[in-house]
């Protein structure tokens, strides 16, 4: 057999970016096949380098990123940089220059997890985020600022091809799963132009999947009913700005932010998508040991999927299941859980 090299670009940012990412990579490495040569080079981006030079993603690193097969990213930020120059300068700058078209967020309740609902649910679903349009494509200004007369503006983008292309990429997903079901999520009966594009493409994609049984929501109820019945949920599409939020509130009711994983996926795979936990650098707990590696780990999992090693994500997610039901009720250090999940991956 051939050898195969999977190039990854790792960027282990701040806080306990590098100390979560650092068991990611421990897991990869066990888990991969043994024909397969993990070559790994990491960037220093992030807070830390931007407090040291003033830059957030220079042109020339953005290059060389382009050469690998994924990016795995573990958190960006600390306090003391002024909100919004990581996230324009280097996240969604990677986002918008990678076309990361989907932004990919799973939610499952795993057994022997807490949830905040009663009952434990059953919670087994995956949001599909529009990433490159809406509101968050800095299409905007403000005139006579910081006046009182101030006018401010953020227009939401969405066009006929970046709505079709993720819509139907949802549709893909809601396919290869059991329940095919695919939940439209958005606010058309007040954002009545853009909403209707989403609509009408979902309608007119769908027809193109009749085995997948679709639904709508406003994305008000959508809350309620991702508290009050979210098993109902299997596949959601939705854009970028109601993807965001809904998002969160979905890895709080599945277990929490040491269980959420994400992908950034440019499904053209004209350039390398890019996974990560949802969480941050949590420089609360940074240094102590303390940071729970698993939504990291699961993040590799999806990284593994995206690159076409469905047994080895599959491996994870099982070594996962089993190990929350080992750890319930003990205290481990991040160190311990990675190589519980090594452990378990390898064996
Ligand atoms: P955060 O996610 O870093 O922390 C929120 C709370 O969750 C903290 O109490 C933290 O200790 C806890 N926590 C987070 N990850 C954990 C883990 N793996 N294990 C155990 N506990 C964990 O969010 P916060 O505090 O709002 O932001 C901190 C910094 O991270 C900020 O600079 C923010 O801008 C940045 N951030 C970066 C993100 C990224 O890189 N994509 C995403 C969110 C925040
Ligand atoms: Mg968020």
């Known amino acids: 057999s051939t050898d195969r090299t999977l190039n990854l670009a790792v960027i282990p940012g701040d806080g306990i970016g590098p100390e979560v990412v650092a068991q990611g990579l421990k897991v990869l490495e066990a888990v991969l096949p043994q024909d397969v040569k993990l070559e790994t080079h990491e960037y220093d981006l992030g807070a830390r380098r931007w407090h040291a030079t003033g830059e957030t993603l220079p042109d020339a690193e953005l290059e060389r990123l382009k050469e690998h097969d994924a990016i795995l990213l573990g958190a960006i930020g600390d306090p003391g940089v002024p909100s919004g120059i990581l996230e324009r300068g280097l996240l969604l700058k990677l986002r918008f220059a990678f076309d990361h078209f989907v932004n990919l967020r799973p939610s499952r309740l795993f057994p022997n997890t807490d949830s905040p609902l009663a009952g434990r649910p059953d919670i087994d679903f995956v949001v599909v985020r529009e990433g490159t349009e809406g509101p968050y494509v800095g299409n905007g200004g403000s005139i006579r600022t910081g006046t009182p007369q101030e006018v401010a503006n953020e227009v939401s983008v969405n066009t006929a091809f970046g709505v079709e292309r993720v819509v139907r990429d949802a549709y893909e997903r809601a396919r290869a799963r059991t329940a095919k079901k695919l939940t439209l999520v958005h606010k058309n009966n007040v954002l009545v132009h853009a909403g209707h594009l989403w609509k009408n ?82 420089p609360d707990i940074a240094g102590s040991g303390k940071a729970d590696p698993t939504a990291t780990v699961l993040s590799v999992a999806l990284l593994l999927r995206h690159l076409g090693f469905e047994a080895e994500a599959a491996r994870i997610d099982e070594a996962v299941t089993a190990d929350l039901a080992e750890r319930a009720g003990t205290t481990r250090s991040t160190q311990e859980t990675g190589d519980a999940l090594a452990a378990r991956v390898a064996g």
Request: net charge negative.
């Open 201 to 282: 493409t979902f309608d007119r994609v769908g027809q193109e999947y009749p085995e997948v049984s679709t639904d709508y929501l406003h994305v008000d109820a959508a809350t309620i009913f991702l508290v009050t019945d979210p098993a109902r949920f299997d596949v959601i599409v939705t854009d970028n700005l109601f993807g965001d939020i809904i998002t969160d509130l979905a890895a709080a009711v599945s277990g929490g932010i040491g269980l959420a994983a994400s992908g950034n996926i440019n499904p053209d795979r004209e350039f390398p998508s890019m996974f990560e936990p949802v969480h941050g650098s949590a």
